[in-house]
């Protein structure tokens, strides 16, 4: 584990707000055990071990029942963790995979016999490498095949960069943790989350998740600064958003989230049942089980 790196809440509390039968915590993470699947060589930073027994453990203390396990740019295209987690899941996790474009139609087959549902693009080069923008469509060309999807995760600031190429894929994009925005501005003088929100409300292939406040709010907990730029999109397209821990919560640097604080947010950003159903049963299940 690097040294600077804060490991998980190791004592969540218990959220106050009770989240509806067959809710899905549809972004989270698996890590290792490093002594059974290494991180990856070429990986930008170590996390702490967070694996499936904890991860199972945190969703049935949360009230959920289901998970959508992302692959994190530290295990790289070595999707074996991920992979273990699905089959030793019951039924209950869905996943999110990396591969680099030498990946073989063998390997994507087995990745989707265990439950992978599509793959991840990371445009943070704190994180990963950006490919050639060709590269990219070859893959989504290949995923389409399997009926998955595609998960994106940019900045704000890099849409207007990205956007064409997003709009040239043929499959369903999940846009991770709001795209981002800088909730320092008020939300009604954000030329960059109005063009955000524009582009997800008139392209039904965009679903955003409403996640991380811990990580893009500035004023820290109790993250109220994010509230409203959620609110927004739930507000915008009820039928297609998600909700996610992101636990482990790799590379906080200013405070370590408490889960079930967490959880209670969802009330401020999906205020009535009807909205928190969708969110949390009905958007999830129809992308990942239906």
């Known amino acids: 584990m690097d040294p600077n790196y804060m490991p998980f809440h190791p004592n969540p509390s218990k959220p106050a707000f009770k989240v509806p039968a067959g809710a899905v915590d549809a972004h989270c993470h698996v890590f290792g055990p490093g002594e059974v699947f290494p991180y990856h060589p070429a990986r930008k930073y170590t996390p702490c071990d967070a694996p499936k027994a904890k991860l199972f453990a ?18 790289g295209p070595d999707n074996r963790a991920l992979v273990d987690a699905l089959v030793n899941s019951d039924g209950k996790a869905k996943g ?27 445009f943070l080069p704190r994180l990963a490498d950006e490919l050639p923008h060709e590269v990219y469509g070859e893959i989504v060309a290949r995923i389409k095949k399997l009926d998955w999807q595609l998960v994106v995760y940019f900045e704000a600031h890099d849409l207007k960069r990205l956007q064409s190429l997003f709009q040239s894929f043929d499959v369903p994009i999940i846009v991770d943790h709001l795209g981002v925005p800088d909730v320092s501005k008020p939300l009604d003088a954000n030329p960059d989350f109005d063009a955000f929100v ?17 990580r893009i709010s500035k004023q820290g907990p109790p993250y109220d600064d994010f509230v409203p730029y959620a609110r927004r999109v739930v507000e915008a397209i009820p039928d297609r958003v998600l909700w996610g821990t992101d ?35 009905d958007n999830p299940m129809r992308l990942y089980w239906g």
């Open 247 to 281: 636990w482990p919560h790799p590379n906080m640097r200013t405070h370590v989230p408490d889960d079930g604080k967490l959880v209670d947010m969802i009330p401020k950003i999906a205020v009535t049942a009807v909205e928190q159903r969708k969110l949390l049963v």
């Open 58 to 75: 945190l969703r049935d203390f949360l009230g959920f029942e289901r998970n959508v396990i992302v692959q994190a740019s530290c295990h």
């Open 96 to 122: 999110i995979a990396v591969v680099d474009p030498e990946v073989t139609d063998k390997e994507l087959s087995e990745l989707n016999a265990a439950g992978v549902k599509g793959v991840r693009f990371n």
């Open 198 to 214: 524009n582009l997800v409300s008139s392209d039904d292939r965009f679903v955003v998740k409403v996640t991380c406040p811990e």
